[in-house]
């Protein structure tokens, strides 16, 4: 199903069904097709949201040095959006790198993207008022 001559929209359906029935690894290697074909075709839009849909779908399928990459990308792109440090510090947090994560969590906090379970025991970085 995942060849060039079929179209886009029809493979990157495929490819969300993949997701949204669990089979991430089907999903990240439709979408990282999808991603780099998007890339060399000047005449298609950005890949932002594949990117965030290949990113999501390597996390799920525990590729997470692959996720971590086209996270960092994306945050280098959108450093203001939380939502994308929170995935990042997911990532980084399921490799054990804590320290690593604890900024991209702060930083998703203070965007409004997150909040700090209490359980953490680490003090909220966002005044409650």
Do not use: C, N
């Not at 086209?70 to 203001?80: I, K, Q, Y």
């Amino acid at each position: 199903m995942t060849t060039t001559s079929t179209p886009i929209t029809l493979r990157l359906e495929w490819a969300r069904s993949q997701f949204d029935h669990g089979d991430f690894s089907a999903a990240a290697k439709a979408l990282a097709e999808l991603v780099d074909e998007t890339r060399v075709d000047e005449t298609l839009h950005g890949t932002a949201e594949l990117e965030l849909l290949l990113a999501r779908a390597y996390f799920g399928s525990a590729q997470l040095g692959r996720a971590e990459t086209v996270l960092r990308r994306l945050v280098e792109d959108a450093p203001d959006d939380g939502y994308l440090h929170l995935l990042l510090g997911r990532t980084l947090q399921r490799q054990a790198r804590h320290g690593d994560a604890r900024r991209h969590l702060a930083l998703a906090e203070v965007l409004g993207d997150y909040q700090r379970p209490a359980a953490y025991g680490e003090p909220s970085t966002v005044p409650t008022s």
